[in-house]
């Protein structure tokens, strides 16, 4: 799905957290080379505090979360079609919109987020198990969003 930046810039906040959108990265060395640039920065300033007991345990806690988001900004480069954006908040998040998900073998966590503006949504690809299938525009229609017409199939193969 695509929104609107405006909305996203004002609207994704869930639980009083706003969420930061941020560029997947596909290339393997460029993924390479920030978590590179970032674990020496922090083995840098771990060396240069000396950090031991309950400060170390803290340290590495905070070098586990500012990772976090940085990873989850990685993705294979089979999928650089989709030149996808997602919205990350470095905070952990929980309550009512915290979810998880099945996702093939794995369980995907995941921040469900209110939308409740009928132009928040810009277009729409749809995965190569819906090609050329309209219950998407259907869908969307009916729950009162718009595409604006700009409704795509993706170029990816199916995955089985």
Avoid: C
């Amino acid at each position: 799905m695509g929104f609107d930046a405006s909305w996203l810039s004002s609207a994704a906040m869930v639980d009083k957290t706003a969420f930061r959108l941020w560029k997947v990265i596909y290339p393997p060395e460029q993924q390479q080379n920030l978590i590179g640039r970032f674990v020496q920065r922090a083995v840098t300033l771990s060396n240069e505090n000396q950090f031991s007991g309950d400060n170390r345990e803290w340290f590495l806690g905070s070098v586990a979360d500012a990772a976090a988001p940085l990873i989850v900004a990685f993705k294979d480069p089979a999928f650089r079609e989709e030149n996808e954006w997602r919205l990350v908040n470095p905070r952990i998040i929980s309550g009512e919109h915290f979810n998880y998900r099945r996702s093939g073998h794995r369980i995907v966590p995941y921040v469900k987020i209110p939308i409740s503006h009928d132009t928040a949504m810009r277009s729409l690809v749809r995965g190569p198990y819906f090609v050329n299938d309209r219950g998407s525009e259907d869908m969307l229609r009916y729950s009162g969003f718009q595409a604006g017409g700009n409704i795509r199939d993706s170029k990816l193969p199916l995955r089985r």
